[in-house]
């Protein structure tokens, strides 16, 4: 069986567009999202409802959880932390209505599956915390202290928008699938990952799509929300995870 893995969306609907055009030509026959489906993007009420019409298995990201939760105390966290996305949190509850954070408060944060022989665990930061990361060029022994009295064969994640991997010394194997909304390499490709299962086996590969980026900062920089020039900036240079 051939799946698609994608995370961290982040209300980019053009990407996730271009995504699923590419998922199609690969042939996948199942779709996993690992969850931050909206905030601070150019299109969320289009990509929610999107997504809410798709035959995916979902997982909440630490932004849908932010979101369904919101209220004062998110409003005041997130200013102390990330004020940009303070602004853009305010601003998405003008697209979000109850149904709709009701969505984003019945996802999982976790979930367990076996896929032809494969334990397989998605989780959105890691399996301690959603807000974990998994970044490239950890040192492994943090990797598998992260995972620890985890039993799956593959552990799938997303969260910090950088993809990567790791190989454990028990043999189990730790993806970070990137991003589709809001890549956070070099060259901001949406990011994605194809697995090939098979007789307990899998093979996975990292898929980069390109889109129409300038239009997708357009559609922010036109939210006017104090801060949305620069989250539009970062969609075509990427210099910072966090505003």
């Not at 699923?20 to 999202?33: A, L």
């Not at 979902?58 to 602004?87: C, H, R, W």
């Not at 998405?92 to 494969?118: A, C, H, K, T």
Request: hydrophobic share 40%.
């Amino acid at each position: 069986m051939r799946a698609a893995v994608i995370s961290d969306i982040h209300a980019n609907f053009i990407a996730l567009q271009e995504v699923m055009k590419d998922i199609e030509r690969e042939g996948c026959e199942k779709i996993f999202c690992l969850g931050d489906l909206i905030l601070a993007g150019p299109q969320p009420r289009m990509t929610i409802d999107f997504v809410k019409d798709q035959n995916w298995t979902i997982i909440q990201g630490n932004t849908d959880k932010l979101i369904s939760d919101f209220g004062p105390e998110v409003i005041e966290m997130m200013k102390e932390k990330y004020p940009i996305m303070a602004n853009a949190i305010v601003d998405d509850m003008f697209y979000v209505e109850e149904e709709r954070r009701n969505f984003l408060n019945s996802l999982p944060p976790q979930l367990e599956l076996e896929i032809e022989g494969v334990r397989v665990l998605l989780v959105h930061g890691s399996p301690r915390a959603n807000n974990e990361d998994i970044l490239p060029e950890r040192p492994i022994e943090e990797i598998e202290e992260i995972i620890k009295g985890v039993d799956a064969d593959l552990i799938l994640c997303g969260h910090t928008h950088v993809p990567c991997g790791y190989q454990t010394n028990n043999k189990q194997t730790v993806v970070n699938v990137g991003s589709v909304g809001r890549p956070m390499t070099p060259t901001p490709l949406a990011c994605y990952a194809v697995i090939d299962f098979e007789n307990g086996m899998f093979n996975i590969r990292h898929k980069f799509v390109d889109y129409d980026k300038e239009t997708a900062a357009d559609l922010i920089r036109a939210r006017n929300f104090d801060g949305a020039d620069k989250l539009a900036e970062l969609l075509i240079n990427p210099v910072q995870r966090h505003v």
